[in-house]
């Protein structure tokens, strides 16, 4: 099954102190790379959240926002740090009779200096350690069943798009196939139509045999599509087993798609081979486009 890298999930959970909603979304991107807005209350257990997400997440660009409410009305009180605050007035002072400072400390600005405003919302005072586990886990298993829905329109698209590309890889090879006898044969009436009875040239059968067949082999695309088949079935081997990180080995798949592709192209002189090749790289682009976002 696949899995998209594109996917949201949110959680929102509460208990008698705290209610934390949760936000996790994901977007492609060619590594893991998280963005993330958590609030200072949580900041002891930023490394045990962004550690989970690696784990769970694995690729893609992530994007996890958490946010708070306390429901405990005396966890929103505040209290004036008198000892902190006293140490900063006295240090403001010592700086004044110095001359070093020619004004005295503001309210305003003494109140904005750090822990003389203590609050009971630490880490230590509100009981939120499970709902905020609970609420991430859940948030990204979330995230992970849209991922997976995702990644089963993807597989459906892809799959469509391969039949396509299989049908008129049979038509190049029926045409292929058809033409040999005929290009042999043309090539031997066009020479032959260069000597004429009056000409003093004597034309060797053999030799004009060989010299057709060194170039049919130049032109012979048997090879080409032996490999294209061959990649086509090893992306769908990809495509519905579970290996991990599947987007990049069918990412370098497609370049040998593309690869073998466009040498039947240069190879073929039959419009009708040539009308297929084009057909085919237009499904091969649209399918490198859905395997971008493949996780």
Do not use: C, W
Request: hydrophobic share 40%.
């Amino acid at each position: 099954m696949l899995m998209s890298m594109t996917g949201f999930g949110k959680r929102e959970i509460e208990n008698a102190d705290i209610n934390i909603s949760v936000e996790v979304k994901s977007i492609n991107s060619r590594y893991l790379e998280v963005n993330h807005k958590i609030p200072r209350l949580f900041s002891d257990d930023e490394e045990a959240i962004l550690t989970l997400i690696r784990k769970k997440l694995l690729r893609g660009k992530i994007i996890l926002n958490i946010n708070y409410t306390l429901l405990n009305e005396k966890l929103d009180e505040i209290q004036l740090n008198t000892v902190k605050a006293n140490q900063y007035i006295k240090i403001a002072n010592s700086l004044s009779l110095n001359n070093q400072v020619d004004k005295k400390i503001s309210i305003d600005r003494l109140l904005s200096f750090p822990d003389v405003v203590l609050s009971n919302t630490t880490s230590s005072n509100v009981a939120y350690k499970r709902v905020l586990s609970k609420s991430v886990n859940d948030a990204i298993n979330d995230l992970i069943k849209m991922r997976s829905k995702e990644g089963n329109n993807l597989s459906k698209d892809i799959q469509f798009r391969l039949n396509k590309i299989k049908k008129d890889l049979a038509l190049i090879i029926k045409s292929s196939e058809r033409t040999q006898k005929e290009i042999l044969s043309n090539y031997r009436k066009k020479i032959k139509l260069l000597f004429d009875s009056k000409s003093k040239i004597v034309l060797d059968d053999n030799r004009l045999l060989q010299e057709i067949v060194i170039f049919m082999e130049k032109k012979d695309i048997h090879e080409e599509i032996t490999r294209l088949q061959s990649h086509i079935d090893v992306f769908i081997n990809y495509l519905m087993k579970g290996k991990s990180e599947k987007g990049k080995r069918m990412t370098f798949l497609l370049q040998e798609f593309l690869r073998e592709i466009n040498t039947i192209g240069s190879k073929t002189d039959n419009v009708k081979t040539s009308h297929l090749v084009v057909n085919i790289k237009t499904e091969i682009e649209k399918i490198r486009e859905q395997v971008q976002n493949i996780l």
